[in-house]
């Protein structure tokens, strides 16, 4: 209820006739202030007329008057700069602590817009889209205009992830692309520990064995705690070959064995167990990985996507795990999955390399890359598309994802456009 009342307060969506003090002194705001997400007072340098007079100062909203002693503002002199005290129920006055009474301001929330608000934020997010009767009613411009901010705000986050990769590698590019790929290559399921892995091998040890996909195998799996162990491996001589290699290996370069990684394969399509992702990972880096290279190389889409063509070879051509032997599997990754890390690894490495280097183009190409590429298929844009919201690029589809994650999944409905342009409407309708 706070919440909603700050929103109301900061996009003036009252009633002029309400504007009033519990004491009858008319209230006129010439600037609601700038919203407070800290500690402190809701609101900064506001400036209200009351009764005729201007006074300039901060904002606090409370439900309850009473809110005010119960959080101890009394105390906190960062609230001796109070010029008006806005409440859904006046059941307190309130003084500083000279003395002095701080106007008080009732501000009721019109049934309609709190009902909106409720059904906004109080749906299940994991199914429903009870704004979609709203989408349906808004202007292609301005659903465009939100759609192409919530995709540079994923792109952008995603970026800044890389920039942090980049200060744990001491500016290591390469090392850097090594870790999102890695993550990447997770798709969901087992990112954080894939993620894990990569950051636990430094990329100058594997560059020493970059001709030997058994040494490759055996570092990336051996730390991935996914090697069994010697009295169950017996009858797989790969595994042993594996375990001894990783045991010389471990010792040269001080590897220590991930300590519970949290693999997840219960319920899972075997051709997503992480073995087979390691093993992709390890063809990636055969010969040496340069991926930073192939990426500013390459001159478009397609080239793009050549870039994951890596085959895995050898006993993985024929095993989902260690074990029983699946002839006849797929060496190569789909096209589905490469567009994904294309998504995911080669646009934000992209936009990370131009904002870190100030260079427009590769920020462009980033960009380029997205909308060039086709939309992701899944329950999300599936959502969204039975509301009306059609989805040709990855560029709208990875919007549609931040808006689903970061804003209805969050119950952020305030912050959104959508949500902001639904309950407007009701106060709009309400104040005519």
Known sequence: ?????????????????????????????????????????????????????????????????????????????AYRSVILHVVARDDAAIQRPDGQTIPQMRMECDPGVHHSYTALVGHSASSSLPCASEIRSIENIHLH????????????????????????????????????????LGFGVNSDPLERLAASIPLAAIGKHSDSPLSIEAMLLGQAGLIPPADTSSSDRYASLLRREYEFLAHKFSLTPLDNPGWKMARMRPANFPHRRIAFLSAMLLGGFKFMSAITSATGTEEILKIFNAPITGYWE???????????????????SKRILAINVAAPILYAWGTTHNLRRWQDAAVALL????????????????????????????????????????RKCLYCRIGHRMLARKSIARNQ
């Open 318 to 336: 024929s095993h989902y795990h260690f074990g029983k032997e699946s002839p006849g599997l797929p060496t190569m990754l789909s096209l589905s």
């Open 145 to 184: 205009g939100w759609l192409d901010r919530l995709a540079f705000e994923r792109l952008h986050a995603k970026a800044d992830r890389i920039e942090r990769l980049l200060r744990r590698t001491n500016g290591d590019w390469e090392e850097a692309c090594f870790i999102t790929l890695a993550r990447a």
């Open 1 to 77: 209820m706070e919440r909603l009342m700050q929103y109301i307060w900061q996009h003036r969506l009252w009633m002029p006739a309400d504007m009033k003090t519990v004491d009858g002194r008319r209230v006129q705001v010439l600037d609601p202030g700038r919203l407070n997400t800290d500690a402190g007072p809701d609101f900064f340098n506001a400036k209200v007329i009351i009764d005729g007079q201007k006074w300039a100062g901060d904002i606090e909203i409370h439900v309850r008057a009473s809110d005010w002693h119960r959080h101890r503002h009394d105390h906190d002199p």
């Open 371 to 410: 909308q060039d590429l086709p939309a992701e298929s899944n329950s999300i844009t599936s959502l969204f598309g039975s509301a009306g919201i059609k989805c040709t690029d990855a560029f709208t589809s990875q919007a549609l994802i931040q808006l689903r994650r970061e804003y209805c999944e969050s």
